[in-house]
């Protein structure tokens, strides 16, 4: 039973995380700081959108049981991406601030999805 809450909690916060960065990588105009985190991280121009596409959908497959576990491997890739270009720019503290990040996927994939028998 506290194993399915937390699965759940972890689900709610995951799904929540992918619908708002998804969005506010298709509005990184209108936010100063993500238009210099992007740069940093060596994330230019087309691309962008791409990125926040992918992490909307990521957020809709964390919600099917079926691709709930691509989503999670999907999850953690784009986390293992995120750190790596941090790394390549030089940036650890943003790299040590996404590893709870990575171990949210990762837990979710151990505990299953919430509501399966």
Same mark, same amino acid.
């Given at each position: ?16 995380l ?19 985190? =992007? ?16 992490t ?10 079926k691709?709930?576990?691509?989503g ?7 986390v293992?991406?995120? =750190?790596?270009?941090?790394l390549r720019?030089?940036?650890?503290? =943003? ?6 990040f ?6 979710m ?9």
């Amino acid at each position: 039973m506290a194993k399915s809450i937390i699965s759940l909690l972890l689900l709610i916060v995951s799904v929540s995380l992918s619908f708002k960065h998804g969005w506010d990588t298709f509005n990184y105009k209108n936010n100063p700081g993500s238009v210099k985190m =992007m740069s940093e991280l060596g994330i230019m121009g087309p691309v962008i959108p791409l990125f926040g596409f992918l992490t909307i959908v990521i957020g809709v497959l964390l919600l099917i049981p079926k691709t709930f576990f691509l989503g999670n491997v999907l999850n953690a890739m784009s986390v293992i991406l995120i =750190m790596a270009l941090a790394l390549r720019a030089g940036n650890l503290k =943003m790299t040590l601030i996404e590893i709870p990040f990575l171990a949210m996927p990762v837990i979710m994939i151990w505990l299953k999805y919430p509501f399966k028998n």
